[in-house]
């Protein structure tokens, strides 16, 4: 049930990836050259990836809030709508415009850790973002690492094949 659950959670790979080449740092002041995973978003997945992401970071923490409330109704009834307000019209938009906002996104960079030679491939740390410079992190060793994009001037084309 807890590993559906985390299952669930985990936002699913996309299919599409695409592969650009990126440069990591590490200890060494030579990068190391590798390859990002990334995705671009049009516009209604972004929209439903901004729902979706945002309604799995707060519906837990409504859920959360429910058991205190039974504990103590009357109190709940002031700051449990204060709290539940501040989620939906606060918090909510907050997570949405984030998401939204994210019109591409990277999922893994293939390379060994340059900290520990792990084999990889390095996650991202935090932000799924792809920025001019993201932060990876190593499973193995728990330590995070640069990378940078290289990507000439344009974003990558995924939209523009050819068919
Ligand atoms: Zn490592």
Redo the contacts with the bound molecule.
């Keep these: 049930m807890l590993a559906r659950l985390i299952e669930l959670w985990k936002e699913p790979l996309p299919k599409d990836l695409e592969r650009i080449p990126a440069r990591v740092f590490g200890d060494s002041p030579e990068p190391h050259a590798a390859f990002m995973s990334v995705r671009h978003w049009p516009r209604g997945e972004r929209m439903r990836r901004g729902f979706r992401l945002s309604f799995k970071i707060l519906f837990p923490i409504m859920l959360a809030l429910i058991p205190l409330g039974v504990l103590e109704p009357f109190a709940f009834m002031i700051w449990g709508s204060i709290a539940y307000g501040i989620i939906l019209f606060i918090a909510g938009p907050m997570l949405f415009a984030k998401y939204y906002g994210e019109e591409y996104s990277f999922f893994a960079v293939e390379t060994p850790?340059p900290?520990?030679q792990?084999p990889g491939p390095l996650r991202p740390y935090v932000s799924t973002r792809l920025e001019p410079e993201v932060t990876v992190l190593?499973g193995?060793?728990g330590?995070t690492s640069k990378a940078r994009p290289e990507i000439a001037d344009s974003k990558p084309e995924s939209e523009t094949k050819p068919e």
């Design positions: 850790c900290r520990c792990a190593c193995a060793c330590q």
